[in-house]
């Protein structure tokens, strides 16, 4: 995945901005900023879900605009908010997404079952998704993404809102598709602890300006700040420490989760 020059405007206001930005196949890259910096926004458009204002980016090697429908079959996108339908089973839930990615109906019942042993999620497949937990919501959202086998997934910020409990074993999932499927993994996070154990590389924005990318080994060298952590480089880099940048966030979010639950 590259970006050249990516930029997107909402009126006089630049939410990304100029962004070149490369990620390797089989890399699980972590998008860090604080609120409001552009991850998401960034995110939509290389997912094809928002067009730039200007620049370009390729997905796979293929073009976000003028070869979207196959970005779109090429990728998967857990988004932030609820991709789910509480009202269907997860069983259900995923046949409809196996029926949107256009999966042979002689493969969808296996391809479904084989989404539903990889997230653990066979024993409440014919449960209506309203009564899963948030870390069993976040699986099966995995399980739909990847149901095309895609060779790259986005998460938005894949365990906001979840306990430490489901938060490992959202990230076991995120390692075993690493390992299984070498997928590559671009995500955004709040939780800095979650980018160092999950992410060979990190990015972070701000203000829609990619500030640094590299390794933790690189960060720490380009700062002159050997021994850092990720919080104090994103502090470093930002002006603010990942704690306080999230709060807001966290909150919004975790209301969310509670109201996805209810
Ligand atoms: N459709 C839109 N119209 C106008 N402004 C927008 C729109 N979408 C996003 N923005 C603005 O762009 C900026 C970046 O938003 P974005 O959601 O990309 O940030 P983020 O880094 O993902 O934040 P968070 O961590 O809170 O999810 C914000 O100031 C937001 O208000």
């Known amino acids: 995945m590259q970006t050249q020059a990516l930029t997107r405007r909402f009126g006089d206001h630049v939410v990304v901005d100029h962004l070149d930005l490369t990620v390797a196949e089989g890399e699980v890259f972590g998008l860090l900023g604080r609120n409001g ?6 995110i939509k458009m290389l997912t094809t879900l ?5 620049g370009s980016a390729r997905v796979e090697g293929l073009d976000v605009v003028s070869e979207a429908t196959s970005v779109r079959a090429a990728i998967g996108y857990v988004p ?5 339908d509480g009202e269907l089973t997860g069983y259900e839930n995923l046949f409809v997404f196996a029926s949107l990615y256009d999966i042979p109906r002689a493969e969808r019942a296996q391809r479904i079952a084989e989404a539903l042993a990889f997230m653990d999620l066979q024993d409440a497949a014919g449960r ?3 009564t899963y937990s948030g870390g069993m ?3 099966l959202e995995i399980a739909q993404s ?4 895609p060779r790259l997934l986005f998460l938005d910020e894949p365990t906001v809102g979840l306990d430490p409990v489901a938060r490992d074993t959202v990230w076991a999932h995120i390692r075993e598709l690493r390992a299984k499927y070498e997928t590559t993994i671009f995500m955004t996070t709040h939780y800095m602890e979650e980018a160092q154990a999950l992410c060979s590389r990190f990015g972070i924005l701000r203000a829609g300006k990619l500030v640094v990318c590299g390794s933790l080994v690189e960060l720490r060298a380009a700062s002159g700040q ?4 990720l919080d104090e480089l994103f502090a470093h880099y930002t002006g603010e420490s990942a704690e306080a940048a999230g709060a807001y966030g966290e909150t919004s979010h975790t209301r969310q989760s509670s109201q996805r639950l209810a």
């Open 80 to 84: 932030q908010a609820l991709s789910a």
């Open 226 to 229: 050997p021994g850092a952590t």
């Open 50 to 54: 928002l067009p730039p204002s200007s």
């Open 146 to 149: 990847m149901l095309h086998r």
């Open 137 to 139: 919501i976040r699986r």
């Open 37 to 42: 910096a552009g991850k998401s926004t960034l």
């Open 128 to 130: 209506l998704v309203a």
